[in-house]
């Protein structure tokens, strides 16, 4: 059972740290860097030893709280009609609408990280 728990944290850390990055490079700077700190804090050992457990799941609670409120501000695109062409960077990016917003936002910007990553 130990061996399960350790696995849990650290892919919960791992998907922090890459949540992230997808942020970063999505165009949310902020809830980004949020995520990649609290990914290093979470690496260091002193956060598993002094810190109680409730502040650290309270203190984790809070910042994903932040950035899913970070995530909900931002704003899609106009629907565009198919016959209009346009040579902007923020158009290139196709957001197909699922009828919920924050979802719709979420693919929004992780289209935005993926469409930066081609680039490359």
């Known amino acids: 059972m130990e061996i399960v728990k350790k696995m849990a944290v650290w892919?919960?850390?791992?998907?922090?740290?890459?949540?992230?990055?997808?942020?970063?490079?999505?165009?949310?700077?902020?809830?980004?860097?949020?995520?990649?700190?609290?990914?290093?804090?979470?690496?260091?050992?002193?956060?598993?030893?002094?810190?109680?457990l409730w502040a650290r799941a309270g203190l984790i609670c809070v910042l994903f709280g932040v950035v899913i409120w970070n995530i909900s501000t931002t704003d899609l695109p106009a629907p565009s009609n198919d016959m209009e062409v346009a040579c902007t960077a923020d158009q290139r990016v196709s957001t197909p609408s699922t009828g919920f917003k924050f979802l719709d936002q979420v693919t929004y910007i992780f289209n935005s990280f993926t469409s930066q990553a081609e680039s490359s």
């Open 11 to 52: 892919a919960g850390i791992v998907f922090t740290g890459l949540c992230g990055i997808v942020l970063l490079g999505g165009g949310k700077i902020t809830s980004g860097t949020m995520l990649v700190t609290l990914t290093f804090v979470m690496l260091l050992p002193f956060w598993r030893r002094t810190v109680p």
